[in-house]
């Protein structure tokens, strides 16, 4: 059996039982308080967690995406050892790209533990592939991205909310175990996206133009990045 076909397999199947499962951990999330640094519009009603996770279709619509955006990144990487960093960053980001949608909030008792998980697995990467320049890919992506929203979040906080400063820096470190061009292309699609998918958004009245939740574009441009930056920029690093 191809290469490509088993990876495809093997991350479809994977990221299908992180989305089915991943209610569980929703329900679960505590209730923001005053902590949200991401502002839910005041005519907005926000949606209890357990509320969002007792929805009766959401297990089989997260995993089913889950599945479709990790087989395509297997058949692109294969047997990649950044694989399962990435199967589990789809499943963390159509998670949260759903909290994001509903809630406008990306909730940090999901990001903030998936940093030591997601380093720990760029050093496995970094080990099978015996060289140093992922770690060091990781190091400047992460204070690169992170750097850009925190200073967009500073000067403009209504456009980019904390939440996905947050997220940025674990785009970052997903992207930089591929490469440079994957670490670029994924970086800027998210903003890209943002721009056109929610003036069309907007357009076609599902969101308010000034307040919609830029979580699921960052996450798409990421896996955009990995899926076609080295089409888009060529092999670097």
Do not use: Q
Not at 90 to 96: D, M, Q, R
Not at 152 to 165: E, T
Request: neutral net charge.
């Amino acid at each position: 059996m191809p290469e490509p076909l088993v990876a495809a397999m093997i991350a479809a199947v994977a990221a299908a039982v992180g989305g089915l499962v991943a209610p569980w951990s929703i329900a679960r999330l505590p209730e923001p308080a005053t902590d949200a640094a991401v502002t839910v519009p005041s005519a907005r009603r926000k949606i209890p967690y357990a509320e969002l996770a007792a929805r009766p279709h959401l297990p089989a619509a997260l995993a089913a995406v889950c599945a479709v955006l990790a087989s395509a990144l297997g058949w692109r990487l294969g047997l990649d050892p950044a694989l399962p960093l990435w199967i589990g960053f789809i499943v963390l980001g159509v998670v949260l790209s759903s909290i994001d949608w509903h809630t406008h909030l990306l909730p940090k008792r999901l990001v903030l533990p998936a940093y030591p998980v997601a380093l720990l697995l760029a050093g496995v990467v970094a080990l099978a592939e015996g060289s140093a320049d992922v770690l060091v890919r990781v190091a400047v992506g992460w204070a690169a991205v992170s750097g850009v929203y925190a200073l967009l979040w500073f000067v403009a906080p209504r456009g980019i909310g904390y939440g996905d400063v947050r997220l940025s820096g674990l785009i970052a470190i997903a992207l930089a175990t591929l490469g440079w061009a994957e670490l670029i292309v994924g970086a800027y699609a998210g903003f890209v996206l943002g721009a056109v998918g929610g003036v069309a958004l907007a357009v076609a009245g599902l969101v308010d133009r000034l307040a919609f939740p830029f979580g699921p574009f960052m996450v798409l441009g990421a896996w955009s990045g990995a899926m076609w930056g080295v089409a888009l920029l060529g092999t670097w690093g």
